[in-house]
C-alpha cells in the first residue's frame, strides 16, 4: 500500500463563482427593498458549471472484464470545491474522453446512497479504501489516482463482487435467532396502545457500546487494508468479527454465544488476524475493530478452557 | 399445505420483511435487488420510527397516532389501513427489538423515545442518528440465515424488467436482467410482490433520495397496467444541503434549535454572508411568519423559500440557495444537539456550519403516490382484515406492492417518522397477504405453458437491442438532468395549470427523445449505461403519471400546492368565530369535491386520471388544518 495522504486542508474557504461586481453596482441599487429577478435564466440547468473552475486530474485504473488485463487512463474535468470523487465519477460519465481527446466507455463504479451509510462506493483512492462519495476533491492530492478495491474478484473498471464478505458473515452466523418475524403479542387490532412485549434491559453504557458495532455497513475498507485477508484465505476479516462481537452481547444473540465463538476459534477465524492494526485505521465508521478482536481473544480463550473442563 | 413460490422485488425495508413474512408460512421467496440488498435507501432513514409505547407519562395513544396520520394526510389516505397500521406498531418495535436493533435506551435500560415533526407526545423510537441503517441490517440479517436455509434465495445485480402474466391476466412471474451479463432471463412465481421503494430521482439532482430510488419498477407494472395513485403528492423538505450529485437532508431539528433561515436583501449580493451586516438580510420566514418564525411546518417553508429565489430572484448567488445560518448560535450546545448534521456538512462540503451559514434548498424527498393497493376492512375492528388475500394486491391479480412505492398509507402528505413504520408494517401485511394468496391457487405456476415467459424475454430483448445500437445524439444523463431540472421548476414545490400544460406536452417530447438515443458504451460486460437509460425512460413515463395527477387536481391539498386556488384561514379568527366557520364550510365543500383519490391508469396516449373515494369511516374530515 502507498503511503497516506497528508491531507491539503485549505485554512480558507473560497466562495464560489467569483465574478467580481463592476465598481459602482451598488450606487444600481434600486429604491424597493428587493431587487426582482431581472432574468429568468439563472434557473437554466445549463448553467451548472457556474462555480467549477478547478481543473482536476484523474488517474483510473479501468479493467473491462475479470479476464483481460487492466490499465490506466487519465482524464481532466472541472470540479468546484464541494465536489466529491462520486460527483466527479457521475460527471465523467455524461462525457468520458481521456486526456488524449479519446471518447471512451463510461467509467464502471457503485455507488447509492452518496451519505456513506449504504458501503456501496468504496475504492481505492490515492492509495486509501474509503467510501468515495465522502472523499471530497479539495482535500486530495492530484492526479486523484483511482483504483478497485483489493481483495474481491473484480467485474469491471472500479466494480467489485464483494460477496465473500456476506459469505463470511453466514459463516459466523451474524444474526439473532428468533422465532419469526411476527409480534409475540398484540397481533393486528390487539395492541391496544400499551407495550406487551417484555421489552429487553440494556444500559445506556452497553447501547453506547454495541452501537459503534452495529453501524458497520459492510464497505470493504478494513478488509481492503487487512494484510491477512486476501482471496484464496480462510481469513474471515475484521468486519465479521466485529459482528461476532455485537451478537454475542445482544440479550438474545448470547445464547449462541459459544457456538459463534466456535467458528472463529478454527481455521480462518480470530488467530489469523496479525495485529496490523490497519482495519481501524482506514474504517470510515470509526468502528473499534482491533477493541473487538481484543474482547474476542478474552472470550475464545475463556470458551477453549470451558471446552477442556466443562463448564 | 403445498409450498408455493414467491418473487419479491426490492430488498428495503418492506421487501425484506415481506420475504421474511412469507418464508414463515412455509412459502419459497426469491429475493431480486439491483444491488447487494443492505445498500437499498432505507438506511438514509435517520429519524426514527413511530410506535405509541407510551413511556414518558404523557397518556399518548394509538388513537392519537391514528388522528395524527389522518390529519397530516389531509384526510386523504384510507382510514382503516392507517387504524391497524398504529395498533401493530408497538408489535413491529418488539420485532426489531428482538432482532437485535440497537434502539437508542432511557437510563433505566428500557426503549427512548423523542419528540417528531407535527406531533405533541414523544412516541419516535430511535437507534442513534441511524434508525434506517439498523432496522435494515436487523432484516438483512435474518434474511441471510435463511438463506442459509434455503428458504430465500437472493438475486442481487439482476433488474426486473417485466411482470409476466398468464392469459387469464394473473401475474405468474417476472423477466429480469442480470446487470453483469446483461443476460434477461424469466423467473416463475405464484404471485410476486414489488417493493422497489420511491421516485425521488426524477426530480434529481434536488432529491435526498439514493440514486437507485427511481421508480422505474413501479412505472413498468403500471405500463403494464398496474394502477398508480396519488402520484401529484410528493413531500418536499425545506431544508437539504446544496450538492451537485445529490441534496443532502439537513433535519428539521436545525430550524428548531434556533437556526435562521435568511437571503441578503440584494439580489446577487457577493459579500460573504458574515460580512453583510443584520440590516441587509432578509429573514422571510421571521417577517412572514411571525408567529412561528423558522419553525414553520415543512411544506410552508419550501414554498417560501420558493417564492423568495424563484419568484423574487433573491437567491444567494442568483441560484436556488437561502442561507441557513447557526452561527449566531451558543457553539458548545449547537455541537452537541446537532452533532449529527454538523458532521454531515462538515464531511460533505467541507464547510463548518458553525462559523459560515449553510446554504440549502427545498429537495424531493418522499412520495406518498404510488402504486394504487387494495385492502379489506375488518367489520368488526374497523382496522384491517388479518390475512386477508386483498391487502396490498395491486390491480393486477398476483401482484402486490408494500413500501414507499405504493400509496396506502400518508395521503396527501406524510407524518416524520411514519415512513419506516409503513414500509415495515406494508411489508410484513403484503408477506401475510400473498402468503394468503398462494396457498388458496389451485395450480402451481410450474404447470403453465412457457409462451408467455419466451414472449416477454423476445420483447424485452428487443429493447435492449434498440438501445444499444441507437445511433442518434441524445444521451441518458443528459435526458435525466434535463427530465429532472423540469419536474422541480413545474410539478416541485408549487404548481400552476399554465406551466403544467407545457410541461405534459414537454414530457411527451421527451420521451420521443429516446428515438434519438446515443449509449455511447460499447462494452456488453457490466454495461451500466444500458440499465440507466431504460430506467430514465421510465423515469420519464412516471413523470407524466405525476404531471398530469397534479394538472388534474385543482386544489390546495398537503404536499400538493396549486397558489391559483389557495383559501387559507382567515386572519385573526378562531373556531366558531363567523369567518372561520364560513371557512370551515368552504374546506368541507371542496372535500365534496376533492377528497378524493387519484387513480391513474395506462395508455399510450398518456394516463387516464380518474377518481375513487376515500374511506373516511373512523374520523370524519371535520378540522381543518390551521397553522396561524
Known sequence: MSSPDAPDVRSEIRSPDLTTVPDGAAGDMVESLFTPARNNDIFDPSDEDAGRTERVVFKIRRQDDPFSAPYWQHFELSCSERDNVVAALRRLRTNPVTCEGERVDPVV????????????????????????????????KQPIVLEPLP??????????????????????????????PWALTG????????????????????????????????????????????????????????????????????????????????????SDCGNAQNCVRVCPKAIPLTTAIGELGRATTVQALKDLFGG | MNARSVIVVGGGLGGLLASLRIAASGHRVQLFSL????????????GGINAVLNTKGEGDSVEQHIFDTIKGGSYLANQPPIKSLCEDAPGLIGTFERMGVAFSRTPEGTLDQRLFGGVKNRRTCFAGASTGQQLLYSLDQQVRRLETEKQIEKFEWWEFLAIVKDPNGRCRGIVAMNLRSLEVRAFRADAVVLATGGFGQIYSPKTTCSTNSTGAAASRVFQQGARF??????????????????????????????????VPRQAHDRREPLAIPEAERFYFLEEWYPSFGNTVPRDLASRAIWKVTREMGLGVAGRDQVYLDLTHLDSHQVETRLGAILSIYRKFSGVDPLSTPMTIFPAAHYSMGGLWVDFEKDANTGG?????????????????????????????????????????FSGRVAGEAVSAYVSGLEQSVESDSHAAFDAEIRYQNQINHHFIHADGEENPYDLHRRLGSMMMDSVG????????????????????????????????????????????????????????????????????????????????????HKDFEAFRQRWKDNNQKWLKTTIADYHPDGPRIGYEPVDTSLIAPEEPRDYR
Open chain 2, 384 to 424: 384491517l382484515r388479518a390475512n386477508s388475500l386483498r391487502n396490498h394486491a395491486t390491480s393486477i391479480p398476483g401482484l402486490y406492492a408494500c413500501g414507499e412505492c405504493d400509496y396506502a398509507y400518508h395521503g396527501a402528505n406524510r407524518l416524520g417518522a411514519n415512513s419506516l413504520l409503513s414500509a415495515a
Open chain 2, 229 to 262: 395513485a396519488n402520484a401529484e403528492f410528493f413531500q418536499f423538505h425545506p431544508t437539504a444541503m446544496i450538492g451537485d450529485d445529490k441534496t443532502r437532508l439537513m433535519s428539521e431539528a436545525a430550524r428548531g434549535e434556533g437556526g435562521r433561515i435568511w
Open chain 2, 35 to 46: 444491488f447487494e440488498v443492505m445498500r437499498s435507501h432505507s438506511v438514509c432513514a435517520q
Open chain 1, 187 to 270: 397481533a393486528l387490532g390487539g395492541a391496544g396502545g400499551t407495550q406487551k412485549e417484555t421489552c429487553l434491559r440494556v444500559s445506556q453504557q452497553q447501547w453506547a457500546e454495541d452501537y459503534l458495532y452495529s453501524r458497520c455497513m459492510s464497505c470493504g475498507c478494513c478488509l481492503a487494508a487487512c494484510p491477512q485477508y486476501d482471496e484464496g484465505q480462510d481469513f474471515v476479516g475484521p468486519a465479521a468479527l466485529a459482528q461476532v462481537r455485537l451478537m454475542n452481547a445482544q440479550p438474545t444473540g448470547k445464547f449462541d454465544r459459544g457456538e459463534r465463538l466456535h467458528r472463529i476459534m478454527g481455521q480462518g477465524g480470530l
Open chain 1, 109 to 140: 463504479f457503485d455507488h447509492n446512497c452518496m451519505e456513506e451509510v449504504c458501503g456501496a462506493c468504496a475504492m481505492m483512492i490515492n492509495g486509501q479504501p474509503r467510501p468515495a462519495c465522502s472523499a471530497l476533491i479539495e482535500n486530495l
Open chain 1, 151 to 180: 481483495k474481491f474478484p473484480l467485474i469491471r473498471d472500479l466494480l467489485v463482487d464483494r460477496n465473500r464478505m456476506f459469505e463470511h458473515l453466514k459463516h459466523v452466523q451474524a444474526w439473532v435467532r428468533i422465532d419469526g
Open chain 2, 493 to 576: 414545490v408549487v404548481r400552476d395549470n399554465s406551466k403544467l400544460n407545457e410541461t405534459v406536452a414537454t414530457l411527451v417530447e421527451l420521451e420521443q427523445a429516446f428515438a434519438r438515443l446515443k449509449l455511447g458504451e460499447a462494452n456488453p460486460w457490466a454495461n451500466q449505461t444500458l440499465a440507466y437509460a431504460r430506467q430514465v425512460f421510465d423515469m420519464v413515463k412516471l413523470a407524466q403519471v405525476v404531471a398530469a395527477s397534479a394538472l388534474a387536481r385543482d386544489e390546495c391539498r398537503g404536499a400538493h400546492h396549486k397558489p391559483s386556488f389557495e383559501d387559507p384561514a382567515p386572519e385573526h379568527s378562531q373556531a366558531g
